[in-house]
């Protein structure tokens, strides 16, 4: 996808939506305030295109993104029925053009240098296969938990779309959904196989909201992370064998195409998780 200006875009923004009507607006604004930034200092053709995807909302948030979409040509709505928020990241990617990929939830924000700071972090470090940044919690967790909430979102992350297509994406499978993985797992999955490149500068802000997916793990985060699982619902521990079932069933095949691969993309680990702290 390209802006009327021209010129190829240098990001996706994939933002998944669902019933947030009274934070999307401030979602897509913040990203158009990181998009200024990385204009003010790369110039006005440093393009950014932003993928909306409507995961089935029943309430204004569709009308509210179109609309916002109206008068932005870099900025495109795509609907799709309720599958939950990977199949949303990935229905975004899919759509979008650029070779790194980002991503924002509809309830939380882009500080002004998220965007130049993770595009920033890959142009100095080609190994790396994808950036990492700080996250500014919205409320007080246990500090067990801080280190492993950045981990394991994707609010903080920039990810080559190479990298992204040889994992193989979110995962859709509806465990996920019921488990609240998807991200944490696809982290996983990164952090496994490609070299991370990390910034402690706090560039996203990860807010609660009544109902969003931080709120309901609110409990978990407020014990010692090895309390987690007295924390978990029925649903989720049901949900939890399969996940992982899943997941290790991806991680194997993709340690055998790893393997066999005559990949071209930044270097697969095999020796283990490998990150460059750049601060």
Same mark, same amino acid.
């Given at each position: ?25 401030? &979602? ?18 440093? /393009?950014?295109?932003?993928?909306? $995807?409507? =995961? ?17 040509? !870099?900025?495109? /709505?795509?609907?799709?029925?309720? +599958? ?22 509809? =309830? ?5 240098? !998220? ?26 967790? *246990? ?20 990298? !992204? ?11 996920? +959904? &019921?488990? !609240? ?23 996203? *802000?990860?807010? $609660? ?21 007295? &924390? ?10 399969? $996940? ?17 691969? =005559? ?11 490998? /990150?460059? &702290?750049? =601060?």
């Amino acid at each position: 996808m390209q802006e009327r200006s021209g010129g190829h875009a240098l990001a996706t923004v994939a933002v998944p939506a669902y019933n947030c009507a009274s934070t999307i607006l401030a &979602a897509l604004d913040s990203i158009e305030e990181s998009i200024a930034y990385l204009k003010a200092l790369r110039g006005r053709n440093a /393009l950014v295109e932003i993928l909306v $995807v409507d =995961d089935g909302s029943t309430d204004a948030t569709p009308d509210l993104i179109a609309s916002f979409a109206a008068t932005r040509p !870099h900025v495109r /709505l795509l609907r799709q029925a309720n +599958k939950g928020p990977g199949a949303a990241r990935n229905a975004g990617a899919e759509a979008g053009t650029a070779p790194v990929l980002m991503y924002l939830d509809g =309830d939380d924000l882009f500080f002004p240098s !998220h965007i130049a700071v993770c595009l920033d972090l890959l142009d100095a470090h080609p190994e790396a296969g994808f950036a990492k940044t700080g996250v500014r919690l919205d409320e007080s967790v *246990h500090p067990g938990w801080k280190i492993g909430i950045s981990n394991s979102i994707v609010i903080n992350c920039a990810v080559r779309r190479s990298v !992204h297509e040889f994992i193989g994406g979110f995962f859709e499978e509806a465990p996920f +959904k &019921a488990l !609240h993985a998807e991200d944490a797992l696809y982290s996983g999955l990164l952090m496994t196989f490609f070299t991370q490149v990390h910034s402690d500068l706090e560039t996203v *802000h990860h807010l $609660v909201y009544p109902g969003n997916a931080f709120d309901r793990q609110r409990t978990k985060f407020s014990a010692p992370p090895q309390d987690a699982i007295e &924390a978990m619902t029925e649903k989720e521990k049901e949900a939890e064998p399969e $996940v992982m079932r899943i997941y290790e069933e991806r991680r194997q095949s993709l340690a055998r195409r790893a393997q066999n691969s =005559d990949w071209s993309g930044p270097p697969i680990n095999r020796e283990g998780p490998r /990150l460059i &702290a750049a =601060d």
